[in-house]
Structure formats: structure tokens, C-alpha cells
């Protein structure tokens, strides 16, 4: 992958957040093909795990994108290769360590600044995406920061 290839990779995670699919959606599908996934599986597989896991405010969707395709990318497939855990483990931590290094928090309730009753009763009812909406929350800038993250990482271990 190239500089110019991992750009537009990251502005199509923005186009798709943008376009009204989640967080995690955006960041998967952006990088779907190059694990094979055609774009309708990819945004079925990340579909709950939009607004915190299921709009429960936990880990950051985009957050969540960079662990389901860091899986995709070097996830081990037989179930007792230790070291291929540890392999795709670490490459999480990591990344997901700048994740959080670059965004203060992974968890979509500290991200959005919400508390009390917002926090502990959540809602499964989706937001409604307006211009208000996005003016009022900075999910189009973390999904651009997830997206670039594993475009980083792939440019790396293509090196």
C-alpha cells in the first residue's frame, strides 16, 4: 500500500461516517477488500458495534475497527497458537495504545464527555444524523484518526 492509498483510505472512513454508517462501519469498510470482504459484509459484521458497542457508550467504534482488522490482518486461526495470539495482542495494544495516546480515551462515553444519567441509561434508539449532530460530536474525527492508525500500521509492515 502506498502513501497516496492509505490517504484515500482514511478520507473514504470519513466519507462513509459521513454518509451516515457508524463509526466502526466506516473504518472496517474502508478496508474491507483488502481482506476479501466485499462492502455489504463488512458493514454487516461492524453494525453493532456502533455508539460504544451497541449505543451502550463502551469502547469507541472506530476503536473497535482497528481491533476487528488488525484480526482480519494477522489474527491467528488455529486455537491453540499461542504465539499467534500474542502476535495479534500485541499489535492491539500498540495500536491501540496511540489510540487512546491521540485521543485522550477508547471509550465512547469519555470521548463524548457524558455523565450521570446519559451514561447509565443508554438507549438503542440511533441518533438521528443531522448537521447538528455532527457539529456536536467529534466521531467523524476519531473515525479519521482510527482509519489513519491501521493505515500507519499497514504502511509499516509493508516496509
Do not use: W
Not at 49 to 54: C, D
Not at 75 to 99: A, H, I, P
Not at 126 to 143: D, F, G, H, Q
Amino acid at each position: 500500500m502506498t502513501k497516496e492509498e492509505s490517504d484515500e483510505r482514511v478520507a473514504k472512513a470519513v466519507e462513509n461516517f459521513m454518509a451516515g454508517y457508524g463509526c466502526c462501519q466506516s473504518v472496517v469498510a474502508a478496508f474491507a477488500d483488502v481482506y476479501g470482504l466485499d462492502q455489504t459484509m463488512a458493514k454487516r459484521i461492524a453494525a453493532g458495534f456502533g455508539g460504544g458497542v451497541g449505543r451502550l457508550r463502551m469502547m469507541c467504534g472506530a476503536v473497535s475497527a482497528i481491533v476487528m482488522l488488525v484480526g482480519l490482518h494477522c489474527g491467528q486461526t488455529e486455537g491453540n497458537d499461542r504465539e499467534g495470539k500474542s502476535l495479534c495482542y500485541k499489535v492491539v495494544q500498540r495500536l491501540l495504545e496511540r489510540s487512546k495516546a491521540d485521543n485522550g480515551s477508547l471509550i465512547c462515553a469519555e470521548i463524548l464527555g457524558l455523565k450521570g444519567y446519559e451514561k447509565a441509561h443508554p438507549t438503542y434508539i440511533a441518533s438521528e444524523r443531522t448537521a447538528e449532530y455532527y457539529k456536536s460530536r467529534p466521531c467523524a474525527a476519531k473515525v479519521e484518526s482510527a482509519a489513519r492508525i491501521f493505515a500507519d500500521y499497514l504502511l509499516e509492515s509493508c516496509e
